[in-house]
């Protein structure tokens, strides 16, 4: 009986700690922003990145504090003011954009978190960002000789049912200042093999081409295409193009 009791005594002494714990944070309307959205407008990605700052004045008749500023996204960070903010003072929020890899429109949301996350203040920075050209190496890790470099040393085609088809995006780089003639050539001569046999590459220039395979029937044993660049008459590395057996579907 005593055991029930002192069961009791402690589940009631807990449910206040429980119930706070689970209490979601309210808007705070007593910390003003100067601006709830800022426009960076259009940016160069090349430039790295942005900063505003924003203003947020205490209206109350009592000291803010800032407890945290929550991003939600590696790209935004945020600076704050640290220090309780007096009633009729301004705390300022720092908020850095890195537009690196993240081509186009951007819209990111800051949470600022008040009083050890009693309430709130929402904070928004948004843009379009103007994408730059990455090193070659990047998209096109494998350097075929000539200049010419491929986002692939094998492609992997998985095993086929007969009529399934498989398509894979092959990125080609030229860089180099001249123009590149590109004829591909097959060992075998696979004609269920669909891409381009030859190709012409601007002075630097990158471009993406479907590698599609095509099955006619199913084969028991793997096989593998030899695709072989040819660049300005001169033959370089093959490119591997792999078939997996029936037998190994799934797998």
């Given at each position: ?27 705070c309307k007593q910390l003003v922003p100067d601006q709830k959205i800022f426009d960076f407008g259009t940016i160069q990605e090349k430039n790295g990145p942005v900063t505003h700052t924003f203003l947020l004045t205490n209206t109350s ?191």
């Amino acid at each position: 009986m005593l055991h029930k009791q002192l069961l009791l005594i402690l589940f009631v002494a807990l449910m206040p700690i429980g119930a706070t714990a689970q209490t979601d944070p309210a808007f705070c309307k007593q910390l003003v922003p100067d601006q709830k959205i800022f426009d960076f407008g259009t940016i160069q990605e090349k430039n790295g990145p942005v900063t505003h700052t924003f203003l947020l004045t205490n209206t109350s008749t009592k000291p803010i504090v800032i407890s945290d500023v929550k991003a939600w996204c590696s790209c935004t960070t945020a600076t704050f003011t640290k220090t309780p903010v007096a009633p009729g003072r301004q705390a300022r929020v720092v908020a850095t954009f890195n537009p690196s890899y993240r081509p186009g429109k951007f819209s990111k949301e800051l949470v600022v978190l008040l009083n050890g996350g009693e309430s709130y203040v929402r904070l928004w920075v948004k843009g379009t960002v103007v994408p730059m050209q990455h090193p070659v190496t990047e998209d096109h890790p494998y350097h075929y000789g000539e200049g010419l470099y491929m986002s692939h040393r094998v492609l992997p085609f998985r095993a086929l049912k007969a009529g399934e088809q498989q398509t894979f995006q092959l990125r080609i780089a030229n860089d180099t200042d001249r123009p590149m003639n590109i004829e591909f050539r097959r060992q075998p001569d696979n004609r269920l093999l669909q891409m381009p046999r030859q190709l012409t590459l601007k002075p630097r220039e990158r471009r993406t081409v479907d590698v599609s395979y095509k099955a006619w029937r199913e084969y028991s044993y793997r096989r593998r295409i030899d695709i072989v660049p040819v660049v300005n008459g001169k033959s370089l590395s093959p490119l591997h193009l792999t078939l997996l057996p029936a037998k190994q579907r799934g797998k």
